[in-house]
C-alpha cells in the first residue's frame, strides 16, 4: 500500500431498466402467454410463446439501453 488516495468510481451510466429487460420480458410475457393461451385451453403453450416473444422484446430494450449508454460522453 502506497497510501495514495484512491479516486472515486464513477458513477454508472448504463440503465437499470437496461439491466432488467431480458428477466423481465421473460418473466412478464411468460404471465401474459399463460392468460393467452388459457383463453384457448392451452395455457403451456401459450406461456412458451410469451417468454419467446419477451425475450425478443427485452433483447431489443437491451440493444437500446447499449447504445444510449454508449452515446452518453
Known amino acids: 500500500m502506497n497510501g495514495a488516495p484512491r479516486r472515486p468510481r ?3 451510466r448504463f440503465p437499470f431498466w437496461g439491466v432488467i429487460a ?3 420480458g421473460l418473466i412478464f410475457g411468460a404471465l401474459l ?3 393467452g393461451g388459457a383463453l384457448f385451453g392451452i395455457p ?3 406461456a412458451a410463446i410469451g417468454a419467446g416473444l ?5 433483447l431489443a ?3 437500446a439501453a447499449i447504445v444510449i449508454a454508449s452515446a452518453e460522453v
Open 10 to 12: 464513477p458513477p454508472s
Open 22 to 24: 431480458v428477466p423481465g
Open 33 to 35: 402467454g399463460i392468460l
Open 44 to 46: 403451456g403453450i401459450g
Open 54 to 58: 419477451g425475450i425478443g422484446v427485452g
Open 61 to 63: 430494450l437491451l440493444a
